[in-house]
């Protein structure tokens, strides 16, 4: 996701605001041309392999969070999106469930502590 700008709060304390490029289009509301879905498996595991490069690790990823900008009806680029359980794990371990149960992988039943592979 692009950052367009990025605002400071009123006052120190507040934090920052970040202003995003709008891309109303996700993978929860339509249905890819067959064609495309090599392209959005492999833009969404480029950028899991990035943040996870970062030690973080999205825990939350679905199909609504996976934006699609498209040049009908093809698709042009996929990005991931929502960041907001977003955690940095430095010891790689996990213990917080989150997410929606559908869509979590075995791990968070499985195992007391898990790892960024909740993401694949």
């Not at 692009?2 to 605001?17: N, R, Y």
């Not at 498209?70 to 042009?76: E, F, H, V």
């Not at 991931?80 to 075995?106: C, E, H």
């Amino acid at each position: 996701m692009e950052a367009i700008e990025v605002l400071t709060g009123a006052v120190s304390l507040d934090p920052p605001w970040l202003i995003m490029e709008w891309i109303k289009t996700d993978l929860d509301s339509l249905t890819l041309d067959e064609r495309d879905i090599p392209n959005v498996l492999q833009h969404v595991s480029k950028g899991l392999s990035y943040i996870h490069s970062k030690d973080f690790t999205h825990r939350d990823l679905k199909p609504a969070k996976i934006l699609l900008i498209l040049k009908k009806p093809r698709l042009l680029v996929a990005k991931i999106a929502d960041f907001g359980l977003l955690k940095n794990v430095l010891s790689r371990k996990m213990q917080t469930y989150t997410g929606i149960s559908i869509y979590m992988a075995p791990e968070f039943w499985d195992e007391l502590a898990y790892t960024n592979s909740v993401d694949l």
